[in-house]
């Protein structure tokens, strides 16, 4: 079932996603060697709870989630338990972030290096912004899911890398995780036709190495099976008549 929703519910999926990417920016501050995981999860808790939200994962789940945040480092894809592990300089750090306010949700990542990183790791990373940008293009009205999951793969594995099958994109509004499935490979026509109202989560999670993922025993981590980096953005996205608008604001997390 696809809930197709209001301008007014697009303006509060909208504030929820700012809010998230504010606490991207929150959390940037405190990404250097020395910070522990759990550290930068009580950052973006505080920071959502002043500012009048709920973090939307904490609970989420079974097992339930821990965390305010997925933080998944290096080889971890998606869904790392905050912990007392330590960043280093060399790292690549994925910040997942939800909230919940006035009933709907946010849900946007963003993929940060810890100081220098290796010219390879720094390319995973431009690519797969750039195919969560390229999948974003075709997010419009008309098109279908397929468009958006074939762009997304096209980049990705033009530059050489490999894109995770296991887990998707998805719908987003009063739940955090909706129809339809949006997943970051596919056929160009294919699957479920774009519709203004539509809300959706594309979220490349692109791998330097195989495709293949791990699903780790504590019933959350997802990490590449050759232990190679992985990466992964996500823009919230409306479809509108008049093109993708994107709820999540990288500028904030980029040029604070
Ligand atoms: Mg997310
Ligand atoms: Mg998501």
């Avoid at 990404?31 to 904490?58: C, H, M, S």
């Avoid at 008309?142 to 033009?158: K, L, M, P, T, W």
Wanted: hydrophobic content about 40%; charged content about 25%.
């Amino acid at each position: 079932m696809i809930y197709l929703k209001t301008k007014e519910e697009i303006e509060l999926l909208r504030e929820n996603n700012i809010l998230v990417s504010k606490t991207l920016a929150e959390v940037k501050k405190h990404i250097k060697p020395g910070i522990t995981t759990k550290e930068l999860d009580a950052v973006a808790e505080n920071f959502i709870r002043a500012n009048g939200a709920v973090p939307g994962f904490l609970g989420y789940g079974n097992p339930p989630f821990p965390g305010t945040l997925c933080i998944s480092v290096n080889e971890q894809v998606v869904h790392g338990i905050p912990s007392d592990y330590v960043l280093k300089e060399g790292d690549i750090v994925s910040v997942d972030c939800g909230t919940v306010m006035k009933g709907f949700y946010g849900d946007s990542a963003y993929t940060f290096a810890v100081g220098e990183i290796a010219p390879d790791v720094q390319r995973l990373l431009t690519v797969t912004k750039e195919s969560l940008i390229k999948g974003t293009e075709q997010a419009k009205v008309g098109n279908r899911i397929g468009d958006v999951s074939a762009a997304v793969q096209r980049h990705a594995e033009a530059a050489g890398f490999s894109v995770v099958r296991e887990l998707t994109g998805h719908g987003l509004g009063r739940h955090m995780h909706e129809d339809p499935e949006v997943p970051n490979f596919g056929i160009k026509g294919r699957g479920p036709i774009l519709q203004e109202g539509m809300v959706i989560c594309i979220e490349p999670m692109i791998n330097m190495g195989t495709r293949h993922v791990v699903f780790e025993r504590d019933g959350w981590t997802v990490r590449t099976r050759d232990r190679k980096p992985s990466a992964h953005f996500e823009f919230a996205v409306a479809i509108t008549k008049d093109g993708p608008d994107v709820l999540t604001d990288y500028d904030i997390i980029e040029n604070e």
